[in-house]
């Protein structure tokens, strides 16, 4: 697939006509999906957790000037070097010379999107540094040279079987079935990274801007290891990543938990204030923060915002069905899902992302699944009109726009076409659904029927049955 969110369409497609990956989707997200829903039905105060959530996470946004300001503050009092980076190009100039000026040879990474954002890799390469990914999903994706396919988990598009020809090509396993047995051979292949590594680089999941901690959570603990086992540890995280309060913390790790795999917390929290001490058991003897704007201060100052709320769960990844269909890898970049077909166009801009807002069907599944309330459909129908005022759509696409609207302003046309579409109907499938159709609606009946056309307009149907409740 194209790394490229240009060719989203292209990509879907691809990834349509998929079977294994089709087989590795509906098992994955069918399971990821079903685990949030019980997360959150037996969690009872759930409506009043996101409510508050939502509420600080804008609060935060709205001064988040001053608590950045005082994340450096904090941060730096307790002995941490913290860098401020505009663009990438910035930041990954920053963690080249860090990582020179700090002689490491060898880093361990945990998963980070915003690492991620700014192809830190290359950053490495430049500083002639070896660099082994630590996440399970990321070890294995890259082994299979694929880019992340999850916010959460990178190899969420691969089987047990794919993963295990991965191992086998690549690392000379012999063909293992079961996922215990995969993870022992990444796991075996790692450990031995993560004492001979000089550097650790990880993200952030918060920033407690009053003591100037770094939050990291994880599930495998390989991000918690590589915090604490190098002698120098780098954060990479958005600027958006603060919380005022170490007592803001707990509704959020409750509600990330749940929201992203069903847990009601994750396996490890790890708080990093400062490096290590005189006196600690643990961690690293240096440690630096890289903000990264990238965009972010842009998105603050204008309507979309609350895009910034986001806290990475990954919810609307599993409640969307057009990602259920395709998976992560088709939009191009570090961002998949209904967040990725927000944050991709104001990130890397609407030019290079004007497919994405389109990959929905507004369904409004992934709004209702966000536990910081990130209005997504709104965005995303927000930036599909971006699109059309940026001179970005195809003409055709807005003349049927066009067509569609003024039919539906006018009430007597749109009775007419219904009536002449229900007669259709009742002719050709004598009023049962339609498995097939010609081009252009192939499409549509490849994958469902297409449902039989009432005979009576909606307003007439609508009036019988508001009369019949009445
Ligand atoms: S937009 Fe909401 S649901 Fe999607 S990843 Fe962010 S916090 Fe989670």
Redesign the pocket.
Known sequence: MEPDSRAFERNALKALSDKELQDALENAVGRIEARRAAAVASFDGFEAARERASGLRRETLSRLGDHLARFIEEAEKRGAVVHVARDAAQARGIVARVAREEGVALAVRSKSTAAEEISLDDALREAGVEEVETDLGGYVARLAGEPPSH?LSSAFHMTREAVSRVFEGKLGEPPAADAATLSAIARKRLEESFSRAGMGVSGANFLVAETGSVVLLSNDGNARAGALLPRVHLVVAGIEKVVPRMADLPVFLRL?SR??SGQPLPSYVSILTGPRRDGDAEGPQRLHVLLIDCGRSAILEGKYRD?L?????????S?CPVYGCVGGRPYGWVYP???GA?LTPLLAGLSEAAALPDASTLCGA??D??????P?SAFLLELRSDTRFQGLKAPAEIAWAKGYASVMKRAGVLEALERILGELSRLVSKGHPLSGMPYPFAGWTERRDFPSVARRPFRKLWKIRRGARE
Do not use: F, N
């Open positions: 916010i990330l929201s992203a895009a709320k986001c806290i990475r769960c990954g919810a609307c990844l409640a899902g209904p967040i927000v992934c709004s699944a966000c536990p910081v309330k990130v997504l």
